[in-house]
């Protein structure tokens, strides 16, 4: 009963894709149908992500070894944050976070 009454709101994220493979997190939230797409960190190894961009907004992210800024894209394509600043804090965000 109280699923069919609880309504997720219009605008929040509920695609949310994971999987563990050999010891790697790799996840996916939002929207990959994109304007644009910006790969952060090395596709080679086992720690990078990819941002999709829809207008000016971030609208998608599939991170591999990077569970952190997965839950910071999903925040972010909650509040609807601008494409430039979600690139910049994912960047910020690889580059501080320990291996």
């Given at each position: 009963m109280l699923a069919q009454?609880?309504?997720a709101p219009r605008n929040m994220v509920?695609?949310?894709v994971w999987s563990d493979w050999y010891g790697v997190?790799?996840?996916s939230v939002g929207a990959?149908?994109?304007d644009e797409f910006h790969v952060i960190g090395d596709p080679s190894s086992d720690r990078f992500a990819v941002l999709y961009r829809r207008g000016d907004h971030l609208a998608g992210a599939f991170t591999v070894g990077l569970p952190a800024l997965l839950i910071k894209a999903r925040r972010a394509i909650n509040q609807r944050l601008p494409w430039h600043d979600a690139v910049a804090a994912a960047k910020d965000l690889l580059t501080h976070q320990p291996t």
């Open positions: 009454q609880w309504r509920s695609d949310n997190r790799i996840q990959v149908q994109a």
